[in-house]
């Protein structure tokens, strides 16, 4: 070996090992750049779909509370049809009333029957007795009588027109409120008839003076 001979201790001692040393570096780095540039692109796309995935749970929550907003108003506006209902039964009451007679008609023919006795207490005709105490206590009862029949007919055929006028219901109307509306319509023009029929002496004629003699 000769002396004068320098070594440089940094030089590879073999040109091709060194390229394959630099050929591993290279690929290693590049398979560390793809490896990150994959983790960006996964954590990228993870958030972006968590993002996607919030909003569309949000935008179905304001769908729901909207329609449930919708629905809470529509019942709302919507009519229960507990009016009609119940002017159907007072229709049928009223016709009852009408037909068997009332606490008030009672007390308005008894005050006839009491304004007849004073006024026929200083004397007077058989006849003029007869009107004036039986006949005006008489057309007092059916006169009574005769308005309840009337309010049973108007507020039967209010029940019944009633689901006409309005928001309309998407519900028909029970069928039993119309039967009883009907029924309240029927007994006010049974008891309108004989009323008028009474207050008019149709039906059953006053006594005259001849008879009761």
């Given at each position: 070996m000769n002396p004068r001979t320098t070594t440089n201790p940094t030089a590879p001692a073999d040109p091709e090992a060194a390229d394959a040393s630099d050929a591993e570096e290279t690929v290693t780095e590049k398979a560390t750049a793809e490896d990150t540039s994959y983790d960006l692109t996964k954590g990228t796309g993870d958030a972006v779909a968590?993002?996607?995935?919030?909003?569309?749970?949000?935008?179905?929550?304001?769908?729901?509370?909207?329609?449930?907003?919708?629905?809470?108003?529509?019942?709302?506006?919507?009519?229960?049809?507990?009016?009609?209902?119940?002017?159907a039964v007072v229709a049928a009451g009223l016709g009852v009333v009408a037909l068997t007679g009332s606490w008030t008609g009672k007390v308005a023919a008894e005050r006839e029957t009491l304004i007849g006795q004073i006024k026929t207490s200083g004397g007077g005709t058989a006849a003029q007795q007869i009107s004036e105490i039986y006949g005006d206590a008489w057309h007092s009862t059916a006169l009574v009588n005769g308005l309840f029949a009337l309010l049973a007919l108007l507020v039967g055929?209010?029940?019944?027109?009633?689901?006409?006028?309005?928001v309309p219901s998407a519900q028909p109307q029970p069928g039993w409120v119309r039967a009883v509306a009907t029924a309240g319509i029927a007994l006010g023009v049974l008891g309108l008839l004989v009323s008028v029929g009474m207050y008019f002496d149709l039906i059953v004629a006053l006594p005259t003076a001849t008879a009761a003699q």
């Open positions: 968590e993002a996607e995935a919030e909003s569309e749970d949000e935008d179905g929550a304001e769908d729901e509370d909207l329609d449930l907003d919708g629905l809470d108003d529509d019942s709302a506006k919507e009519p229960s049809g507990l009016g009609a209902a119940a002017a055929i209010f029940a019944l027109v009633r689901p006409a006028f309005g």
